[in-house]
């Protein structure tokens, strides 16, 4: 990683800093603008990257417990489809990062059909969630036959043929119930076309409650689970190397302004100061922060770091955003609009076995889902299994991935002594007993460990399970993060705002990029497609040789910088025949259902 040119607590500066552009936000957005802008501009331009904490990555957070070098826990981002993230997919590529797959079951041709579901006190195999003599839910005779994807397919199907291969303006002009569609909750609107079973169906075996919230439902109707056939990949030494590498070359670029000077950790912009009249006409004003332990907070009468820049480009999410002070955010649009996503919070929890109790029940990878609090299991992999892995049993998995309705159960449980854990059998050398568990912002504790094993029991039906020797733990609510990801909410024109946030302030070189106000929202794609549509339109970069051309593949779902043309006139359908048949053919999967098994 980088190296900071100022620590926390060391003596003020002889005077401001001036910079060409500002880039605040250690995230994925953030040291992506940075390294772009210093390739292109950084020997006539002195630019500079800051961020909150000592750790670049943002909630791209990758953590290797002791006795797994091989395996790792992904706190926050995981995976991507290269597919359809085609700009994560291009640039891990360009940068030479080392991947592998992200599977989500068994090696084909079993794939994820045996993995469990425990819903109502009732054991299934994800296989069995399409019958209805099995499923634990009184749903409605049209619904059964039908898994929870499958479920919310049929609604889109009844609602609008066609809808998942609409591009968004499209959708933005569907019109259901007499109301254009971006104007419904999704949750509002699933009340009027399902049953409650059916609701509580799709919320319980999706896994995520964010599936089913009641953001737009122009963005949430399409169902965002996949198949056996969808391809994940991940970086093989965790998903934070992406940004870790970005800040790396950004540092090591030359340029006008010495690489040591550019990446600034530790500092929490407190302020930004505007004066149009001046050559650098923000002053930002940085409080310093300490971390220790994984813990940041504000250095107690720290001498503030002062910076004068020409533009400045804010790689946050909206609850950082709206911890900043400054009239810039008192502008009637970016007030109104800046809270248009939702916050929604996200929980994670590892535990480290000794070895993978799980493959005697046939299960490999992927997930298992229940209505218990954890939620959702993963198996992310045993360390002699891997590429160069020790020849050790030690296995990873991610015991709870849960959100929004789920975590308050878990943050009642934090304040207890933090779990310890033991030393296991294989092991690196000088791991002991101080050290199995690492330091972390957020630390297991005992009262939480025991909670979930009991549960991770009893959603695989067994009497009593190995203890964990080592466990790690992220919940993403607290400052300056917010929450996990975003969601836009219901009656926002989110192709307008997806546009114009990027400038929110016409007078204004400010720039907002990141994650929550893209399209791909809880996706790393989301993030740089922001970042770059943003360098491309704004600062007049030319597009990277690495990425396909406009034409090919567009930054923006939508026109810019106009957004949508809304007219909900007469909904036309272009060779509706076959449309229609996929529809029909689709309704036979829940018709005869009997037939599948």
């Known amino acids: ?7 926390s607590g060391a003596k003020a500066q002889s005077g401001p800093i001036e910079l060409d552009v500002a880039v605040v936000g250690g995230g994925v957005s953030g040291t992506y603008s940075a390294w772009r802008l210093q390739a292109a501009r950084g020997a006539e331009q002195r630019i500079a990257l800051f961020e909150y904490s000592d750790r670049i990555g943002g909630r791209l957070f990758s953590k ?65 969630l399409s019958d209805p003599a099995k499923v634990p839910y009184k749903l409605d005779w049209s619904e059964q036959g039908y898994g929870p994807e499958d479920l919310q397919v049929k609604v889109m199907n009844y609602l609008c043929p066609n809808f998942a291969n609409m591009s968004l303006c499209e959708q933005m002009n569907v019109k259901v119930f007499g109301k254009e569609i971006w104007k419904y909750g999704f949750w509002d609107l699933l009340y009027r076309v399902l049953s409650n079973e059916g609701y509580q169906f799709m919320k319980d075996a999706g896994g995520y409650e964010a599936n089913v919230a009641n953001a737009s439902a122009v963005t949430q109707l399409p169902a965002t689970e996949y198949s056996d056939e969808t391809v994940f990949l991940t970086l093989r030494h965790g998903f934070q190397a992406l940004p870790l590498t970005l800040a790396k070359h950004f540092a090591e670029l030359p340029g006008v302004l010495d690489g040591k000077a550019r990446v600034h950790m530790n500092q929490r912009l407190a302020e930004i100061r505007i004066d149009d009249g001046a050559d650098y006409r923000y002053t930002l004003v940085f409080r310093p922060t300490v971390s220790e332990n994984g813990k940041t907070r504000d250095v107690e009468d720290g001498e503030e770091t002062v910076v004068r820049a020409k533009k400045l480009i804010l790689g946050m999410p909206r609850r950082s955003l709206e911890l900043i002070k400054s009239d810039f955010f008192d502008d009637p649009w970016l007030k109104k609009n800046l809270t248009s996503v939702l916050i929604q919070s996200a929980f994670k929890m590892f535990f480290a076995y000794e070895q993978p109790w799980w493959r005697s029940l046939g299960l490999v990878a992927g997930r298992s889902v229940t209505d218990l609090p954890i939620r959702q299991m993963y198996y992310m992999g045993t360390e002699c299994e891997q590429e160069g892995g020790k020849p050790w049993l030690n296995s990873l998995a991610m015991v709870s991935y849960n959100d929004i309705g789920t975590v308050p159960f878990w943050k009642g449980l934090e304040n207890d002594e933090p779990y310890r854990g033991f030393v296991p059998r294989c092991i690196e050398p000088g791991v002991d007993q101080n050290n199995v568990v690492p330091q972390m912002a957020h630390m297991a504790t005992r009262e939480m460990v025991y909670v979930a094993q009991r549960q991770v029991a009893q959603l695989h039906d067994q009497l009593e399970l190995p203890l964990p020797y080592s466990t790690a733990y992220q919940e993403w609510g607290d400052d300056p993060y917010g929450g996990g990801w975003h969601e836009w909410k219901a009656n926002y024109r989110l192709d307008e705002i997806m546009c114009r946030m990027r400038k929110p302030v016409d007078s204004q070189d400010i720039f907002i990029v990141g994650e929550a106000y893209s399209y791909g929202q809880g996706w790393v794609e989301g993030a740089l497609t922001t970042a770059e549509s943003t ?3 704004f600062f007049g970069l030319p597009r990277p040789d690495w990425l396909p051309p406009e034409s090919d593949y567009p930054l923006m779902p939508v026109p810019v910088p106009e ?9 036309t359908c272009q060779n509706c025949a076959p449309i229609l048949d996929d529809i029909t053919q689709f309704a036979y999967k829940g018709i005869d259902h009997d037939d599948g098994n």
Do not use: W
């Not at 079951?105 to 425990?118: E, I, R, S, T």
């Not at 957004?563 to 909904?571: H, R």
């Open 1 to 7: 990683m980088a190296k900071a040119s100022k620590k």
């Open 64 to 128: 290797t417990l002791p006795g797994l070098p091989n395996v790792v826990a992904e706190l926050g981002g995981m995976r991507y489809i290269p597919t359809s993230h085609i700009m994560v997919a291009n640039l891990v590529t360009h940068l030479d990062l080392p991947t592998k797959n992200f599977p989500m079951g068994a090696p084909a041709p079993v794939g994820a059909k045996n993995n469990l579901f425990y819903l109502r006190g009732q054991y299934l195999r994800y296989r069995e």
């Open 535 to 537: 360098l491309e339109s």
């Open 563 to 571: 957004g949508c043309s809304i007219d909900t006139g007469c909904q």
